[in-house]
């Protein structure tokens, strides 16, 4: 899509839907924490970035969203909790329009960067907003199975952000490659 042309308004009214969408099941689950998951927050910066024509918080948001599922899928097997069907389709929901807005507006070449400025974004305000006992984001310790790698919350710490360095970075080289054909 030519970036000069104007923001088209089926991507503004898909915007409305998804914040609509992500308030409603947020509200359905009735934690106030939840908002704050690199999911949800990344949704909301979608489809505010949709509404607003903001091809960027699209691109950062929707990459987000995408990982983010494939994290969120890896904690639900490798824990085996119980099937919340809510859950799973509104992850589905948020990697099928992701993939819808990239295939739609483009993305720019290695969002990488940005992306992972967003993920310390919303690591501050997990840290700043949410309970200890949630934790949300890993913000405050060690989720299974990882702490039977890491014993120490530090370690964790600089591990992930290299990790999710690393994922951003390859990422965003696979969206560009498969984008590209």
Request: net charge neutral; aromatic share 24%.
């Amino acid at each position: 899509m030519n970036p000069i042309r104007k923001f088209p308004n089926y991507l503004k009214i898909l915007g409305i839907f998804l914040l609509s969408y992500t308030l409603i099941t947020n509200y359905l689950w009735r934690e106030p924490d939840n908002y704050f998951w690199i999911c949800h927050v990344s949704a909301f910066l979608v489809s505010g970035s949709l509404i607003f024509g903001f091809r960027k918080g699209i691109q950062i948001g929707g990459l987000w969203l995408i990982l983010g599922t494939i994290f969120w899928l890896s904690d639900e097997v490798l824990n085996d909790y119980p099937p919340d069907k809510l859950s799973y389709f509104t992850h589905l929901l948020y990697v099928l329009i992701s993939i819808y807005c990239f295939r739609k507006i483009g993305l720019l070449p290695f969002p990488w960067i940005e992306s992972f400025l967003w993920y310390v974004f919303v690591q501050l305000l997990s840290l700043k907003f949410t309970d200890p006992v949630q934790n949300i984001n890993l913000v405050y310790s060690i989720w299974p199975p990882w702490d039977l790698i890491f014993s120490n919350y530090f370690y964790f710490r600089i591990f992930m952000n290299f990790f999710i360095l690393g994922v951003l970075f390859f990422g965003s080289y696979i969206s560009n490659k498969f984008l590209d054909e």
